[in-house]
């Protein structure tokens, strides 16, 4: 069971803006994921780059509003503050699930040209403080990451999350099965109701 439909909104920070994907974005999806195809391949599960067009980046936009519409998912791409033009990366929290549950998936990117400056962790803390908050309220957010990748490792520790343990031939990435950490984070102040 997915969660009721948090309105569609922005997050702020001190240095970046999050804020759902509209269709007049399709083309700087587009932009950043074809310029970072490598780098995220590297990490990531990606579509294969000859699908990577305009097309298929306004297809995502599309079906990403009505997962959120559906309480699914709720995708947040990440824009620069000062120059609310530049895309950066993502925030993703999908697999939501309500009830007892009350949980969901968190993955994320950011451009390499932006890697290891702190947005990835300053994104995640947002895109957390507020799914944690009573209006989306969730109890609990999981993350996986592949063992070696010591930048989302740290990310994901700065902002609270605990490993749980490693799932064997969890993610196929890079042409195989690989191993992920398991990490988890609780949300302490969550209220029934």
Known sequence: MAIAAPPRLSLHSKRLLLAP???TDALEVYELLLSNYAYFSYWNPVVDQSSLNAAYALQLIESEQLAWER???LRFWIR???APSTMIGWVKIDALTGGAFCSGRVSYAIAQAHHRQGYMQE????AKRWVFAPQVNLHRLQASV???NLASLTVLRRCSFDDIGLARDYLWVRGAWRDHLITQCINADW???
Do not use: D, N, Q
């Open 80 to 82: 620069l503050a000062p």
């Open 21 to 23: 994907g509209e269709l």
């Open 71 to 73: 309480g699914e998912s």
């Open 146 to 148: 592949l063992p070696e």
């Open 123 to 126: 994104a995640l803390a947002v």
């Open 191 to 193: 209220r029934h109701g």
